[in-house]
């Protein structure tokens, strides 16, 4: 679907213009959508608006890296906004000059419904411009970034605490879940900040000058979200050594455990397996009380070398 939208002279907002009306019109700008766009629609691109084929390329075969590139006449960008269900990516993709703005996505793009609809509605129309679109779609991408990545903070505390008492295989599975989350954010955030430092120290897009303040805003967003997500990353990594250094440490005291009760019982295995022999000539076979006498003298090896053991700090 493409739809249109044109700002006159006086100020007006006009809608649902014909393309080719719309180009060859008297309008101070416009703003043509491609929401969700055929193949026909597609070639609208080409045709009459005449854009780059590389520009072009780059609209059609999504997940491009977020970029900048300068064409004769307009600027060409690739954004990435956020799916903050599934925190995937979806891209969107912007044409802007002085006297118009384009936007393309193939998925529909709450970000700039929302816009669209700000602009259709608004009274005084004389601080819009086609950067001022492009700044405000940003800014609403870079807001929608902020949930999910306080989602991932609350959900770290609660593995940390462990207050439902979950067992350490679980908590760990939900561990490496969150890093790959925070792994798509820092992905989609980090190239968005260097497209915005871009615009910023841009000598080129002479028509956002006075609009730089605004994206500086969205800068400063940008870094905030990017050392969260880095503060996270670390509290995942401390609470994955911590987990496997407890669970190391158990290890250590079960094996501990078995060799303590395999050391007493070696001794008291050689007796039994010295007497177990039946040679007729044993010394100690015929004994009356020798039964009895090495059940003692195995009762107080056993519980001679438990204290010794316990002497040296093995059952704290």
């Given amino acids: 679907m493409i739809r249109t939208l044109a700002i006159t002279k006086n100020h007006e907002v006009i809608k649902d213009i014909d393309?080719?009306?719309?180009?060859?019109?008297?309008?101070?700008?416009?703003?043509?959508?491609?929401?969700?766009?055929?193949?026909?629609?597609?070639?609208?691109?080409?045709?009459?608006?005449?854009?780059?084929?590389?520009?072009?390329?780059?609209?059609?075969?999504?997940?491009?890296?977020?970029?900048?590139?300068?064409?004769?006449?307009?600027?060409?960008?690739?954004?990435?906004?956020?799916?903050?269900?599934?925190?995937?990516?979806?891209?969107?993709?912007?044409?802007?000059?002085?006297?118009?703005?384009?936007t393309f996505h193939h998925k529909p793009s709450k970000e700039i419904n929302e816009v669209w609809v700000r602009l259709s509605e608004a009274g005084d129309t004389k601080k819009w411009d086609p950067s001022h679109v492009l700044y405000n779609i940003i800014d609403k991408m870079v807001d929608n970034y902020f949930p999910p990545v306080y989602q991932i903070e609350d959900k770290l505390n609660e593995i940390d605490e462990n207050s439902k008492g979950r067992t350490m295989e679980v908590l760990l599975e939900d561990l490496f879940d969150t890093r790959h989350d925070l792994l798509s954010l820092r992905h989609t955030i980090t190239p968005m900040r260097d497209l915005v430092y871009r615009i910023l120290n841009s000598q080129r897009m002479t028509y956002i000058h006075g609009k730089k303040e605004y994206f500086s805003d969205i800068h400063d967003h940008l870094l905030k979200l990017t050392e969260m997500i880095e503060a996270s990353r670390e509290l995942t990594t401390d609470i994955r050594d911590s987990y496997i250094s407890i669970n190391s440490h158990q290890t250590n005291h079960v094996m501990k455990v078995l060799t303590v009760i395999t050391t007493i019982f070696m001794p008291l295995t050689f007796i039994v397996g010295l007497y177990g022999m039946n040679f007729h000539y044993m010394p100690e076979l015929s004994w009356r009380y020798g039964y009895f006498a090495t059940l003692i003298v195995m009762f107080l090896i056993a519980l001679g070398m438990s204290w010794w053991f316990y002497k040296k700090g093995w059952f704290k």
Avoid: M
Wanted: glycine share 4%.
């Fill in 19 to 102: 393309i080719e009306r719309l180009l060859g019109g008297d309008y101070l700008w416009y703003w043509i959508d491609f929401n969700e766009p055929s193949e026909a629609e597609i070639d609208v691109l080409r045709e009459p608006l005449n854009f780059h084929p590389l520009a072009i390329e780059d609209c059609i075969f999504t997940l491009q890296r977020p970029k900048l590139d300068y064409y004769d006449g307009y600027t060409f960008f690739v954004t990435q906004a956020l799916n903050q269900g599934e925190i995937t990516r979806e891209e969107i993709d912007f044409f802007l000059s002085e006297h118009y703005v384009v």
